[in-house]
C-alpha cells in the first residue's frame, strides 16, 4: 500500500502494554464519578484531577476549566472540563478529540453480578465495570494511544487537542458555552473533531457514525397531601399523586413505541428513495439485537424497520418515578408527591422548542381530563439537538483506512440512537467535519447493569484510534 503509515512499531507496543493499559481502566472504574448524584460529585472532581494528572505525566498540557454552578443545583459547583494539548507542530494536522469522565449510577443492588466500580476481567475478556465502555475506555483510549507512541519511539503524526468533560450522562451542563468560547482560543487550531462515545451494531464490525438523535428530557410532578400518609387511614378519601401519574404517563406512548402526543410525527423528515436502500447494505441481524437487548422482545421482526426505529424515528421512554415506594417489602405509603421522568429522542426535522410545547399542553390536558383536585407541574429538565453529517469527508475516509488496517474490514457507516448533544456544538463553533469512531460494541450494556468492554475492543481500539490519527495525518483534503 503505496503511502501507507508505517504502524507495526505502535500496534506490537500496545499490545506490550495491554496489562498497564487494563490497569489505567481499573483505577478510573474506582472512581465512582456519577454527575446525576450530588452526593457524588466530589468523586466527579476527583475523577476530572486524576485524568488531568494522567495526562501531565505523558506531557500533555493541562488546563482545568470551571463551570461555575450546576442550575438545578445553585450551590453544586459543576465539575471542570479537561483541556488538554499534545503538540504544536505547524506542520501537522490538528485533531480535536471529545469525551466523557462520567459516569451513569450503578449500584450492585441494582443486580450487578461484581461490584460496578470494581474492573472485573472474566475467562472470555469481558471487562465488567461501570464507564468501561461509556465513556472512560474510549477517553483513556487516547492517553493510552500516546504513550504507546512515545514507548515505541514513533513521532506522534498530529497535534492533539482534547476536551473531557464531567457531566455528559446530565446533559452536558456548561459545555455549550465553553465551547463556543474555545472556539477561536484552545480549539482554534482543530482541522476534524473526532468523539468516542458510540458503540459498533454489532460484534464483530467496527463502523463510523455521522448522526445522533437528540433527547428533550422532562419531569411531571403531581403533588396534593401535605406528607405522605397512611393508606388505611386515607384510601378512598384523598385523591393519590401516584394514581394521577401513572395515568398521565400512561397517556404518553403505546405498547408498540407509538408516541400518542400529536404534532410529534408530523414534525420529522420523510424518508428519501436515497435511504431507502442504505439500510439493506448494513451489517446488523435480529440477532444482533436480540443478544444485545437480552431477549427477543423487539416491537419489529425485520431489520430495517429496527435501525429506522433506531436512527430517524423519534422514541418516547418512561425512565421512572421519584417519590415513589420502590424498596421490597409492601410498605402502606400514599406517596404526597411523586416525580415521573420521561424523555424522548428526537430526529431531523423536529425542533426542541415546539416539542415541548406540544409535551406540555398535551400532559396538561391529559392532567385535566381527570378532574383531579391534586396539582400538575411539568418541566423539561435539559435538551439536546439531534445531529446527522456528510460521511463524504476526508475525516472519514482516513477513519475507514484505519479500521481496514486493524480490522481487515470496510466500516459500516451508521446513525447512532443516543444522543452526544455536544456533537453539532463542536461542528457549529469550529466549523468543522466531525466523525463519531466508536471503540464498544453493541453487547455492552452501557447505562444498564454489568457494563463491560471487551479486552479485545479496548486494545483493538487503542490501535484503532492511533490507526486513525496516522492515516487523517496524510489523507488528502477532500
Ligand atoms: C451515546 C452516549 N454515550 C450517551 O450515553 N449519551 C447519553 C446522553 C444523555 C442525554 N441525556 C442525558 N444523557 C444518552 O444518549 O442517554
Ligand atoms: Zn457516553
Ligand atoms: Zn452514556
Known amino acids: 500500500m503505496a503511502g501507507a503509515p508505517q504502524l507495526d512499531g505502535f500496534f506490537k507496543q500496545v499490545d506490550t502494554l495491554s496489562d498497564h493499559f487494563i490497569e489505567r481502566l481499573r483505577k478510573a472504574v474506582a472512581i465512582p464519578s456519577i454527575s446525576a448524584d450530588v452526593a457524588r460529585r466530589p468523586d466527579v472532581f476527583r475523577m476530572g484531577h486524576w485524568l488531568a494528572d494522567e495526562l ?20 453544586l459547583d459543576l465539575p471542570p472540563v479537561v483541556l488538554g494539548r499534545y503538540g504544536s507542530d505547524k506542520n501537522k494536522r490538528t485533531i480535536l478529540v471529545y469525551g466523557h469522565y462520567d459516569v451513569q449510577p450503578a449500584e450492585k443492588a441494582d443486580g450487578w453480578a461484581t461490584e460496578p466500580f470494581d474492573l472485573t476481567v472474566d475467562s472470555q475478556g469481558r471487562m465488567f465495570g461501570r464507564g468501561s465502555t461509556d465513556d472512560k475506555g474510549p477517553v483513556l483510549g487516547w492517553l493510552n494511544a500516546i504513550e504507546a507512541h512515545q514507548k515505541a519511539g514513533v513521532d506522534f503524526p498530529v497535534n492533539l487537542l482534547m476536551c473531557f468533560e464531567g457531566m455528559e450522562e446530565y446533559g452536558s451542563e456548561g459545555l455549550d458555552e465553553l465551547i463556543e468560547d474555545e472556539a477561536k482560543k484552545w480549539f482554534a487550531d482543530a482541522d476534524a473533531v473526532c468523539i468516542s462515545d458510540n458503540y459498533w451494531l454489532g460484534t464483530e464490525k467496527p463502523c463510523l457514525t455521522y448522526g445522533l438523535r437528540g433527547c428533550n428530557y422532562y419531569s411531571v410532578e403531581v403533588s396534593g397531601p401535605g406528607a405522605d400518609l397512611h393508606s388505611g387511614v386515607f384510601g378512598g378519601t384523598a385523591q393519590e399523586p ?12 403505546d405498547t408498540n413505541g407509538v408516541i400518542q402526543i400529536p404534532g410529534i410525527k408530523e414534525q420529522v423528515a420523510p424518508v428519501t428513495p436515497e435511504e431507502e436502500t442504505l439500510y439493506d447494505g448494513i451489517s446488523f441481524t435480529m440477532d444482533n439485537i436480540h443478544e444485545s437487548l437480552g431477549s427477543k422482545t423487539t416491537i419489529f421482526e425485520d431489520k430495517k424497520s429496527t435501525l429506522m426505529a433506531r436512527w430517524r424515528y423519534p422514541s418516547l421512554s418512561i425512565h421512572g418515578i421519584e417519590g415513589a415506594f420502590s424498596q421490597p417489602g409492601a410498605k402502606t405509603v400514599i406517596p404526597a408527591k411523586v416525580i415521573g421522568k420521561f424523555s424522548i429522542r428526537t430526529v431531523p426535522d423536529m425542533d426542541i422548542e415546539k416539542t415541548n410545547e406540544l409535551v406540555f399542553n398535551y400532559v396538561k390536558e391529559q392532567f385535566a381530563k381527570l378532574g383531579s383536585k391534586n396539582t400538575l407541574k411539568v418541566d423539561v429538565l435539559h435538551t439536546g439537538k439531534w445531529w446527522v453529517s456528510s460521511p463524504k469527508h476526508w475525516n472519514f475516509s482516513a477513519a475507514a483506512k484505519a479500521v481496514e488496517r486493524v480490522f481487515g474490514v470496510q466500516p459500516d457507516f451508521t446513525r447512532e440512537g443516543g444522543s452526544i448533544p455536544v456533537t453539532l456544538t463542536f461542528e457549529q463553533a469550529t466549523g468543522k467535519n466531525v466523525l463519531l469512531l466508536p471503540m464498544g460494541s453493541s453487547t455492552d450494556g452501557a447505562h444498564s447493569i454489568n457494563e463491560k468492554l471487551d479486552k479485545r475492543n479496548y486494545i483493538e481500539g487503542i490501535k484503532l484510534l492511533g490507526a486513525y490519527l496516522h492515516h487523517v495525518a496524510v489523507e488528502p483534503t477532500s
Not at 505523558?58 to 442550575?71: A, I, M, S, Y
Not at 401516584?242 to 406512548?253: E, G, I, P, S
Open 242 to 253: 401516584m394514581t394521577d401519574l401513572v395515568r398521565v404517563l400512561a397517556t404518553l406512548v
Open 56 to 75: 501531565k505525566a505523558l506531557g500533555v498540557q493541562v488546563e482545568l476549566r470551571q463551570l461555575g454552578k450546576q442550575p438545578d443545583h445553585p450551590h
